[in-house]
């Protein structure tokens, strides 16, 4: 793409250029990323399900949008 853009830029070019290369990485990447796992990323991770059985569905959504924004999450046992 850099070399896209400095011929675009140049004042010499007076000929057609061909984005079709670019174009064609543009749509590679965009069917690469939509062919990505979908499932439901709570059974992506190694979560206890005894935990995910507790949760509201409130503390569901939040656990998901946190784990989205790669928020450090800490697991904690307390024993007596």
Not at 38 to 61: A, F, H
Request: proline share 5%; glycine share 2%; net charge negative.
């Amino acid at each position: 793409i850099v070399g896209l853009t400095e011929e675009i830029s140049s004042p010499q070019t007076q000929d057609v250029i061909n984005i079709d290369p670019v174009l064609a990485k543009i749509e590679e990447f965009l069917s690469s990323s939509s062919t990505e796992d979908k499932s439901p990323i709570l059974e992506r991770i190694k979560l206890d399900p005894n935990i995910l059985k507790v949760l509201t569905e409130y503390e569901e959504y939040r656990l998901t949008d946190n784990i989205k924004r790669r928020v450090n999450i800490f697991s904690i046992l307390v024993k007596n």
